[in-house]
C-alpha cells in the first residue's frame, strides 16, 4: 500500500492559496500477473509529509503529516484544529483506517517515525513545531513513544532463544515459554527521510512445527527476493496477536543449518539459581550463579544501561551436577544499587560442537 495524501496536483498554484493534502491510499498486488496501482479505502484526514510504519501483528499506522502546502511556511503547513496529531490505525482484515490517540505535537516535514525493537514507535522531528516564542522555528527536536493497541491485550510472550543467523529457506527453533505463541514475522530495522522508508518489510514465516511451552520451529524466507541479506527484528506473536519483545537476527548465506526445536537434544543445559543481597553487591560487585552445561558458558549482567560480562566462562565438562559461575557487577552501578533494584541476567552456554542454549531472568535485589 502507498499512501498519497501530499499535493492535490490539480489545486490551485497560486503562492498565497494552500495545496491541499488528500486523504488517499492505493495499494498493489506485486503477486499479479500485472501489478498495477489501485484505489483502496481512504484515511480520515488528509496528510502530507505522514509517515506509515508496518507493526508485527500486520497492521500499520499513520503518524503526523500536514494540511498541505501552505502560504509563507510551504510544506510546514499543519491543521490549525491540530487534527492530524491523531495517528490512524489500518486493519489488514478489512483494509479501513480508524482514528487514535493524539500526539503532544504537530509533526510534518522533516518528521520521522520507526518501529522499535520492543513493539512501539517512535515519532519524531519536524523543523519548525512547536515554533518559538518569537515565531522562529524550533532549534529544538523531539520524540514521542506510541504504544499499539496489540501491547494492551495481555501478557506479551517472550522469547528464550533464537539464532543469530540463518540462512534462506532453513527450518529453525525459536525458544519460548509463553503458552498461546503462534507466530513469527520478521521486521527490516527503519531508514525512514522525508515521510518514506523504502526499507520497511514485514515477512510472515511458515511455522513448521509448535511446542506449547518450548516455542515454535519456523521456516525462513525462501530467497533474497522476500527478505534482502541484513539484520531483521524477529518477533513472536500469540494468538491475541500480541508480539514479543524483538530479537536481532541475521539473514545470510553462509549461516550453518540452525536445529529445529527437537534436534538439540545434545545442547548445553542451562540452569540459574541466585540470591541478590544488597551488601553483598556493594562490597564485591558479584553475582554467584550456579550453571550447568557440557562445556562453557557466559554470563552477563544488565543493570539499566551497564552491563558486565564475565566473558565465556570453561566449566569442568567432568563436573558432577551444577557448578559455581561469578559475574562482576560493573563499579559504575554499584553506588546505585538500592533494595528492590532490579537486575538481569543472562546465562548462555555452548559445546565444541556448537550447539547453544540459554537462560535468562529479572532478578530483584534483596535488602
Not at 151 to 175: H, K, Q, Y
Amino acid at each position: 500500500m502507498r499512501l498519497i495524501g501530499g499535493y492535490d496536483p490539480l489545486g490551485p498554484t497560486e503562492p498565497d492559496r494552500t495545496l491541499p493534502a488528500t486523504p488517499t491510499t492505493e495499494s498493489i498486488d506485486a503477486a499479479a500477473a500485472s501489478p498495477s496501482w489501485t484505489p483502496s479505502p481512504s484515511l480520515n484526514v488528509g496528510r502530507s509529509h505522514l509517515n506509515a510504519v508496518l507493526l508485527p501483528d500486520g497492521s500499520m499506522v499513520g503518524v503526523g503529516g500536514g494540511r498541505g502546502f501552505g502560504p509563507g511556511i510551504g510544506a510546514y503547513a499543519v491543521y490549525d484544529d491540530g487534527r492530524a496529531r491523531q495517528v490512524e490505525l489500518y486493519d489488514p482484515a478489512d483494509g479501513s483506517w480508524r482514528l487514535g490517540p493524539a500526539e503532544v505535537e504537530d509533526r510534518a516535514y522533516h518528521s520521522t517515525a520507526v518501529l522499535l525493537p520492543d513493539g512501539r514507535v517512535m515519532s519524531a522531528g519536524d523543523d519548525s513545531h512547536p515554533y518559538q516564542a518569537n515565531g522562529a522555528r524550533s532549534l529544538t527536536d523531539t520524540a514521542e513513544i506510541y504504544s499499539p493497541p496489540y501491547l494492551f491485550r495481555g501478557e506479551r510472550p517472550s522469547i528464550a532463544d533464537a539464532p543469530e543467523t540463518i540462512a534462506w529457506g532453513d527450518t529453525f527453533g525459536v525458544r519460548s515459554p509463553s503458552p498461546g505463541v503462534s507466530r513469527a514475522v520478521l521486521m527490516a530495522p527503519s531508514a525512514t527521510t522525508h515521510g518514506n522508508d523504502m526499507n520497511q518489510r514485514h515477512v510472515e514465516l511458515e511455522v513448521a512445527g509448535r511446542e506449547p511451552g518450548q516455542g515454535l520451529d519456523v521456516v525462513a524466507p525462501p530467497q533474497p527476493g522476500v527478505a534482502p541479506p541484513g539484520y531483521y527484528m524477529l518477533f513472536l506473536l500469540d494468538d491475541e496477536g500480541v508480539p514479543s519483545v524483538a530479537r536481532w537476527i541475521r539473514l545470510t548465506g553462509d549461516a550453518p543449518d540452525q536445529p529445529r526445536l527437537g534436534d538439540d537434544v545434545l545442547a548445553p543445559r542451562v540452569k540459574v539459581t541466585t540470591t541478590l543481597r544488597l551488601a553483598r553487591l556493594r562490597s564485591k560487585g558479584k553475582i554467584v550463579a550456579d550453571a550447568g552445561v557440557n562445556e562453557s558458558a557466559r554470563v552477563r549482567l544488565s543493570f539499566a544501561s551497564r552491563e558486565g560480562d564475565t566473558g565465556w566462562v570453561t566449566l569442568d565438562p567432568a563436573g558432577a551436577g551444577f557448578q559455581r559461575v561469578l559475574a562482576r557487577l560493573p563499579k559504575a552501578a554499584r553506588p546505585a544499587l538500592r533494595a528492590g533494584s532490579r537486575l538481569k541476567l543472562r546465562v548462555r552456554a555452548r559445546d565444541d560442537s556448537g550447539n547453544k542454549s540459554g537462560w535468562s531472568r529479572a532478578l530483584r535485589v534483596e535488602p
